[in-house]
Every structure is written in C-alpha cells, then in structure tokens.
C-alpha cells in the first residue's frame, strides 16, 4: 500500500497531494463514416478549419429556453475543427440560400433550422446543412422532443453536422462524469458533454473518487468511503440504484472496466501491498494479475482488450507499464521524466494521454505509443486525470486556472483548449462516457 512518502512529494501540489493519497486508498482524491461531400482534414488539428455559418433557428427564444444554434455553434468550435462564420437572421430550413452571399462570408458549409412547440407540449426542431460550395443539401432533419431534451437535441445536430463534414462520428450527445467538494460534501456529477446540464448522481459525506463509465454508458463504477474504507460501487445512472463490487480486506480502489464490459481491473491490497487484480461484473472470478513488491495501481485498458496499462513505481518512482490483460511480464512505457501517471488510451489504441511532473508543474501530455515519442500539451501546473472522447479526437481533464478549478477539453495537439466547467469548488477526475444516448 503505497504510503505518503512513498513517491517524493516535496514539490508536490496540493492536487497531486490527493490524487497520491487515492492511489494509496487513503481516504483522498485521487458505425461506418458518412461519406462527406465537404472535407477537413482531421489528421492534424491546427491546420485549416472549416468555415460554417449557423443561423439562429427561427421562433427558438419564443419555443425553447435553450439557444439551439448557440449550443451547436459552441459544440463545434469546441471541436477544433471549425470556426464560426458571422451569419444574419432569417434562414431557415424551409428557404433556399443565396450562396452569393455565402460565398462572399467564405462559408464553405451552412445550416439553419426551426424551433416550434407542438400541441402537446414537445419541440419539434428541424433543419438542413447545406454544402456552399456546390450549392447543394447535405442532410435534413426533424426531432419531436420534450423541452428538456431541447439541449440534447441541440448536441445530436452537431454531431450529425460534424459527421457529414468530417466523416466521424461527433461526441456532442455523450456524456461525461466528474467529482465535486463543496465544504464537507462530495459530490458524483453527471453532465452533458460541454458541462452543461448537470446532474447530480450521488452525494455523501466521505470522498468519492476514481470515477469510470461502463461501457453500456449505463453504469459508474467509483471508489466510496461511505462505510469508512475504500470500497468499489457500480450505480446505475438512470435509477440510481446502486450495488458494491468490491469490498476486501484493505484497500479496494482505481476501477477500469474492460472494453467488453464482463470484468473489471481494480488495485487492492488484500494480500499486502497494492496489486491489480481482475474482477467480473457481478463480483464473482477475482484473480490477482500482478505479484511485484512494487505499488501497482490506475489500471486502464487497451480499446483492443489486449493489454493493460498501469502505474507502478517498481523502477523508484512512479511510471507507466503495461502487461498483457490476462497478467504476464511487464514492460515500461514511460522514460521521459520521473513521475509519470494516470495513463489514458486512445479509442484507436494509439495515443496515450498521462500527467507528468515537470520541475514542481503536473501537466497533461500526450505519447504515439508507435514510436513512444512525447509531447506536453498543456500550460497549467496542477493537470490531473485525462480522459479521451469517445471519438479521440479530444482530451478532457481537470486543472487550476486563474485561482479556479476547471474542467478543460483540448485537442490532441494542444491548439485548442475549452474550459468547461470554472468554479470555486473542488473540481476533479473528469471521465468521458461512450457512445450511447
């Protein structure tokens, strides 16, 4: 069990400070694609981004209280993808566009849309997206929703703009997870994936940490000290229900489901020392997957299934390894520095998100686990937990900024950064849930 002086903290932050104290278990923080007649290219962000035009959907301040075309403009600027074209009023789904004069804003792609309340309470929104440039309709759509999916509905029309005009899939419509302290209360929050919309899915007195999405989207499974020791809980999302899955002799913490959703890696100290172990789902079939003195912990898998990654400081401090998912020798990931964590993998298995130290900063950089060549991609000095959108076209985590706590989405070059969340709370390991809703 990896005790406070076991990695060198006297640089260390307030925040890393917790996230080594969860690592411990102290009680702490721790389809196919579209076919595109318009085309980005998506290899490399920073580059050019494509010019779209979103017109505010006619009669939305009088039928809805969310702005449609705001949230889908926000969605994909946030994408580092696209940059927002000054449009006029008065389009509309129903109207034929000039392209003239879209052509003179150099909009390479337009779309605008209508809010009207039906009969019975719904919202029935509607729109087109259009290719400028051939003068020609890309998609049109229609959704009846409940006023409260008026947000929702918003996400889902971004994300089937972001697929027509770049062939994959948006991330809009997800969902991420994250942990908030207010005075004495913890909190496990559920948000849509721009922060907004947020819901509050348990909360206690005792920490909550090491937040993971199942990946039927359906389930989180989290670190609770509710009955005063690190336990491991799965709770459903939609009914709260909630049951423990892991509740040993010592430390149970760092949940990571595998990518088929049968089983989970979890670090316990059942046997002395914190190993990782693998659990099935309903908490039957625990067998140990490592046997080093060393403190093996933060597990994560490769979206293949095949290897785990982990964080074990088996070489003097802590750094990245990975083995294959059924247990077997090790090998180190990490050379670069002497303090490497929270390793994140990307949804295509070649990139790897982690935090490293550097002098007395903790920040997020990214790997190309093909070549092991690394890159820091942030500026902020208490970065923590990197979580990849379902699509890896973006990382979200969590950092100070300014004196406040936020939530931070980036592309994987670092060009474009969004804060989604600032507040005066606590604000911790964010994690980014499937493609489901």
């Given amino acids: 069990m990896l005790e406070p002086t076991a990695f060198p903290l006297a640089t260390v932050s307030r925040r890393r400070l917790v996230t080594l104290s969860a690592l411990s278990g102290v009680m702490a923080w721790g389809a196919a694609p579209a076919w595109a007649q318009v085309r980005i ?11 779209v035009g979103i017109v505010d959907f006619r009669d939305d301040a009088k039928a809805s209280t969310q702005p449609i075309a705001a949230i889908v403009r926000a969605d994909l600027e946030r994408s580092g993808l696209f940059r927002s074209v000054d449009t006029p009023a008065g389009l509309s789904e129903t109207s034929t566009p000039v392209w003239a004069d879209w052509r003179a804003r150099q909009a390479d792609a ?13 919202l029935d929104i509607r729109f087109k997206l259009w290719d400028v440039v051939k003068g020609s309709e890309l998609v049109g759509q229609a959704q009846a929703v409940h006023p409260d999916d008026a947000r929702l509905a918003a996400h889902r029309i971004a994300d089937t703009i972001y697929e027509k005009l770049t062939g994959e899939k948006g991330v809009f419509a997800t969902r991420m997870a994250y942990v908030t302290k207010a005075g004495p209360r913890y909190s496990l929050v559920v948000a849509d994936a721009d922060g907004e919309g947020a819901k509050v ?50 430390t149970n913490s760092a949940p990571a489901w595998s990518p088929d959703g049968s089983q989970l890696a979890l670090s316990l100290s059942r046997e002395g020392g914190t190993q990782l172990f693998v659990i099935n789902r309903d908490g039957s079939g625990l067998r140990r997957l490592t046997q080093s003195g060393a403190i093996d912990t933060e597990a994560c898998y490769a979206p293949d299934g095949s290897k785990i990654y982990f964080v074990s400081d088996r070489g003097g401090g802590p750094q990245i390894y990975r ?37 007395g900063a903790f920040r997020l950089s990214v790997m190309d686990l093909g070549t092991g060549q690394s890159q820091q991609i942030s500026e902020t000095s208490d970065d923590e937990s990197p979580a990849f959108s379902p699509n890896g076209r973006l990382i979200v985590y969590a950092t100070r900024a300014g004196g406040k706590e936020v939530l931070m989405t980036t592309t994987l070059d670092g060009k474009f950064k969004t804060p989604l969340l600032v507040t005066l709370v606590e604000v911790r390991e964010p994690t980014w849930g499937p493609f489901t809703r």
């Avoid at 059924?326 to 050379?335: D, I, K, L, M, Y």
């Fill in 41 to 51: 290219d998506i290899s490399g962000v920073g580059g050019s981004r494509i010019p």
């Fill in 201 to 250: 899915a348990l909360t206690s007195p005792e920490p909550i940490i090491s937040p993971a999405w199942a990946p039927n989207g359906r389930e989180l499974a989290y670190v609770s000290f509710e009955s005063r020791k690190a336990t491991v809980r799965i709770q459903d999302v939609q009914t709260g229900q909630r049951r423990v899955l892991a509740d040993f002799k010592g």
């Fill in 323 to 359: 083995m294959p998912a059924g247990g077997g020798a090790a090998e180190r990931v990490t050379f670069s520095g002497n303090y490497n964590i929270s390793p994140a993998i990307s949804p295509d298995g070649r990139t790897m998100a982690y935090i490293t130290r550097m002098g």
């Fill in 110 to 122: 337009l779309a605008a849309g209508s809010v009207t309340r039906l009969a019975d309470g719904r």
